[in-house]
């Protein structure tokens, strides 16, 4: 999707988004990825459309970048994230849902790092256990402790302020 219809402005100063995210975690392994060589981790998915539900989003994000289906579940943290990127401030609001993969997915073997791809950018998509969690350069970086604790209550959470 073009980033012209994505929910992601400029706005006194700051880059608001508008993301959604899947927390996809079996057997004590959560499913991160980022950009190709990128420092950064993150929870798969992305800018949500106008008009267009966080959970939708999620279903999207993940059959565009990896052709995977998955289900979305519910909500488990509503983020407020703030941070620096390329010097501008960034303002995001981030809705981050229970999902799981199918069973036949391909991004189901631990023991690999899965390609995908956003527009004509290459994405990692890896697993990492829980435990080591504290040691990955995640952002935000709230989720280093709170997927571990595997919360069954939605949690609003304020990053980086």
């Not at 073009?2 to 988004?17: A, C, N, Q, V, Y």
């Not at 999207?60 to 289906?69: A, G, I, K, V």
């Not at 991004?107 to 990955?136: C, I, N, P």
Request: with cysteine; aromatic share 8%.
């Amino acid at each position: 999707m073009t980033l012209e219809r994505m929910i992601s402005f400029d706005i006194d100063g700051h880059r608001f988004h508008l993301r959604a995210a899947a927390v996809i975690a079996e057997e004590g392994y959560v499913l991160l990825h980022r950009l190709e060589n990128d420092p950064i981790w993150a929870l798969p998915g992305g800018r949500v459309e106008p008009g267009e539900p966080g959970a939708a989003a999620v279903v999207r994000e993940m059959l565009e970048e990896t052709n995977e289906h998955l289900e979305c579940g519910e909500l488990l943290f509503a983020v407020e994230n703030f941070f620096e990127q390329g010097g501008t401030p960034q303002h995001e609001v981030g809705l981050y849902f229970r999902a799981t993969l199918r069973p036949e997915s391909r991004l189901r073997d631990k023991t690999v790092s899965h390609k995908g791809t956003e527009g004509d950018k290459a994405l990692e998509f890896r697993w990492f256990q829980f435990a080591e969690l504290e040691s990955v350069n995640l952002h935000p970086a709230f989720l280093r402790t709170a997927l571990a604790a595997r919360s069954t209550t939605v949690r609003h959470v304020v990053q980086g302020r």
